[in-house]
């Protein structure tokens, strides 16, 4: 399968009438029209396999069957669409659904907020209710970070291009060396020697906000003994640990929660892409009971009542129901973790190194510039797949979670094949 990169007449409408802000539609320069499962297909019947999955947001794939079937019946029957936070049918059933599948069988207790339809809404209100409940204004992140784009993200996000973005002083976060920033260097003893030491000039922190693989920022993985100790030391100071499974979440590294081997248990978590299972806007937060101190429209948001995303999510959880999905992408990660180390070894000039975890994974690039090249070539064959870390280095693996063994196959023969070429 080859394509044809598309002519400039044929993104004209977007380069002369749309922002220059936009970015997918530069590395991708052609007009999708359709998608299903793991596939995708433009206006000239170009077929692609997407190693992409809308950022991380179809988890499920594309036009899931039942999850169309049932938001076009419930649109048939005239059911409300937009109800703020409004009690409806299918926000009742996703509550109930989400305790009973989700929450109840991993023995965690939460109260659900729906803070608004994205990743940025969610860790908004994880930092305020932090400090509403502390008192306390400081909020530790991490090196390579990546938690949005409004300014109470972006001042826990580590990117400088992003950060940049705000247009003003990003205050009341320190950042800290995430696992493994330093090689040979504990940075848990690092952090606890800030905590410890009133000459540090860090004041004890309302929370500790954290991607347990970090997404945009490389495909970084932490250890589940570090994860332990991060939490240990919330513990120990009284500090709220917020966990940010935006992308890492909804199953993407195998089990629901990303921070679920680690046996850690979170006061915060953060949700979105994926958890409306059709890649309609949703987000929510899950707060321990204890922290929900939230005054009645403190935190509100126009589009938190999405309820055609409540009537995807609900039925994104019967995947959740047994273990055989999670099993199924465990499965598929190792063989993807294969296949990433035998590029690495193959092709000795990409200085390669294997990052990540379960469907969440990347090889990066040591080369300047490489990884965007071999993201470039791999789109004209017929793969969709992006780079990530502070520098574009990373060829990122996020395929859709369904997809089956013969799809992650080819994409990934289309990835050598473009390795190959690029290299020559």
Request: proline share 4%.
């Amino acid at each position: 399968m080859t394509t044809a990169v598309k002519t400039n007449t044929t993104m004209k409408t977007f380069e002369e009438l749309e922002s220059a802000v936009r970015s997918y539609s530069r590395s991708w320069p052609t007009v999708f029209k359709k998608a299903k499962g793991y596939k995708l297909w433009d206006e000239d019947g170009n077929e692609y396999i997407d190693f992409f999955a809308g950022a991380g947001t179809l988890n499920y794939g594309h036009n899931d069957e039942k999850m169309q079937e049932k938001i076009i019946e419930y649109i048939r029957n005239d059911g409300i669409i937009h109800s703020l936070d409004m009690g409806t049918p299918p926000r009742k059933e996703f509550l109930e659904r989400f305790n009973e599948v989700i929450l109840t069988p991993r023995n965690l207790d939460y109260k659900i907020m729906f803070p608004g339809p994205t990743g940025t809404n969610t860790v908004e209100s994880a930092l305020k209710i932090a400090r509403k409940v502390t008192g306390r204004d400081t909020v530790v992140s991490f090196t390579n970070a990546f938690h949005g784009m409004t300014i109470g993200s972006l001042s826990v996000t580590g990117n400088s291009f992003k950060r940049k973005g705000a247009g003003i002083p990003l205050h009341h976060t320190v950042s800290m060396p995430f696992d493994d920033y330093v090689e040979d260097q504990d940075s848990i003893v690092y952090l606890e020697k800030f905590l410890e030491d009133s000459g540090s000039g860090v004041a004890l922190p309302a929370a500790i906000i954290l991607e347990t693989v970090q997404g945009e920022g490389g495909i970084n993985a932490s250890r589940m003994e570090w994860l332990k100790k991060i939490e240990s030391l919330c513990k120990q100071w009284d500090i709220l640990l917020i966990i940010d499974d935006v992308q890492a979440g909804n199953g993407r590294t195998g089990t629901f929660f990303s921070f679920e081997p680690a046996g850690i248990n979170p006061d915060v978590v953060c949700l979105s892409k994926s958890i409306g299972g059709f890649g309609l806007p949703m987000a929510i937060t899950l707060i321990k009971p204890e922290y929900d101190q939230w005054g009645p429209g403190e935190h509100n948001g126009t589009f938190r009542g999405n309820n055609l995303a409540f009537i995807a999510a609900t039925e994104a959880l019967s995947n959740w129901e047994t273990d055989e999905f999670s099993n199924t992408v465990q499965e598929k990660s190792i063989l993807l973790s294969r296949a990433v180390e035998m590029i690495i070894e193959k092709y000795p000039q990409l200085k390669g190194e294997a990052r990540g975890r379960g469907l969440m994974q990347g090889i990066a690039v040591d080369v300047a510039g490489l990884a965007e090249e071999i993201c470039a070539e791999a789109f004209t064959r017929g793969l969709i797949i992006e780079t990530s870390g502070p520098d574009d280095e990373v060829v990122k693996f996020l395929p859709p979670l369904i997809i089956d063994r013969e799809g992650l196959e080819k994409g990934l023969e289309i990835l050598e094949d473009s390795i190959k070429h690029v290299l020559a």
